[in-house]
């Protein structure tokens, strides 16, 4: 558990919004080719326990989600929905045809498993711009996932993103308690500057039911998107309770 003498408190609020994370629903479809299980009717499961917005990650290699998932879940869900993708032509020209809530810009590598870590918006500044003035003039509102650093988050408002979502997956692997605490610092810092700069603020990557308490210890977080722990608790449980469970874990209800 972090140190709670650590400055990070001001600004942290109960009215988190939960985004759940279909992708790995997908996963065990994509594993055998068949129709199910179907991520469109896990989308529902969650909106109806609760969920306040559904995210899924299209990728490249369509290792998941597939066009076909955004297109049924852009006509049936009724709580924002967020599209996860690259910063590509081909992914850019799918969300301006089905027009999601919101666009997250990630990094994307074959190679891995999952995302690595935040995207380098100052470093690729000139190859991302066009693309996000492409999704805003759409009417989309557009998130950077970045590491928690100042400078990506200037780069990202000068681009002209709305929100920054800051990468967890530091904090939420971090193998001692000195490590956490230093992480979650770094965490508060960037979103308390994003915040200040004139941001939204989400958070995301490697969430579960044990951390996310200390997540939500973060100031002016307004959104956590959480997907890998929520399916895997639904193996077990089923996916509205896993959904529920996820949502009393971080108001702080007893379970």
Same mark, same amino acid.
Not at 76 to 79: F, M, S
Not at 198 to 203: C, D, E, I, Y
Not at 235 to 253: P, S, T
């Given at each position: 558990m972090p140190d709670t003498n650590l400055p990070i408190r001001a600004g942290a609020g109960v009215n988190v919004r939960l985004g759940v994370n279909v992708d790995h629903v997908a996963t065990i479809r994509q594993a055998r080719a068949t129709r199910y299980p179907d991520p469109v009717f896990a989308a529902s499961l969650a909106e109806q326990a609760g969920a306040d917005q559904i995210t899924i990650h299209v990728r490249e290699d369509r290792r998941h989600v597939q066009e076909r998932d955004l297109r049924v879940m852009k006509e049936?869900?009724? *709580?924002p929905l967020n599209l996860e993708m690259a910063a590509t032509d081909e992914m850019l020209a799918m969300a301006l045809k089905y027009v999601p809530d919101t666009v997250t810009l990630v990094p994307e590598k074959r190679e891995e498993q999952t995302t690595e870590g935040g995207l380098d918006v100052v470093g690729n500044r000139d190859a991302l711009a066009p693309h996000v003035h492409s999704l805003r003039e759409a009417g989309i509102v557009v998130s950077m996932f970045v590491d928690p650093d100042n400078a990506q988050c200037d780069a990202s408002l000068g681009i002209g993103a709305a929100t920054v979502e800051l990468h967890t997956g530091d904090f939420c692997e971090a193998s001692t308690d000195a490590l956490r605490n230093n992480e979650l610092l770094k965490l508060a810092a960037a979103a308390r500057h994003a915040h200040g700069i004139?941001?939204? *603020?989400?958070?995301g990557h490697g969430i579960d039911y044990r951390n996310v308490a200390d997540i939500m210890l973060l100031p002016h977080v307004e959104e956590l998107n959480i997907g890998h722990s929520i399916v895997a608790r639904a193996?077990? *449980?089923?996916?509205?309770?896993? *959904?529920?469970?996820?949502?009393?874990?971080?108001?702080?209800?007893?379970l």
């Open positions: 049936t869900v009724q *709580v004139g941001l939204a *603020v989400a958070a193996i077990f *449980v089923g996916l509205e309770r896993a *959904v529920g469970e996820m949502l009393r874990r971080m108001h702080r209800y007893e």
